[in-house]
């Protein structure tokens, strides 16, 4: 993955993360930015560094991407007290039985 779509899924992902889905003023995504400029080469450099800075970048993107997915698998199916029979088998896809009158 090159660092630019590192760079654009990490802030894809922080935004995401804000309350607001608004990351213009965000400390973390001004230091992103910040190390993603410190770590830049050109062409004909080859920079250890850079490769540690994409690795860095895939980490912290799984990261936050799983955080995100874990807490909204929590939301789904994290216990709000008792449930009625039919709440719990649309939980799990069964349907109940139709009594015909």
Do not use: W
Not at 28 to 33: D, E, G, H, N, S
Not at 75 to 92: I, N, Q, S
């Amino acid at each position: 993955m090159s660092a630019t779509k590192v760079l654009r899924s990490l802030l894809n992902e922080l935004r995401r993360a804000s309350p607001n889905g608004c990351i213009k003023d965000s400390l973390a995504a001004k230091y992103i930015l910040a190390q993603y400029k410190k770590f830049e080469t050109t062409d004909q450099q080859l920079c250890k560094a850079r490769n540690e800075a994409i690795f860095l970048g895939n980490t912290y993107n799984t990261y936050l991407a799983s955080l995100r997915n874990y807490k909204e698998l929590y939301m789904e199916y994290h216990g709000r007290g008792e449930r009625t029979v039919k709440e719990t088998a649309d939980l799990v896809g069964f349907k109940l039985p139709t009594d015909p009158k």
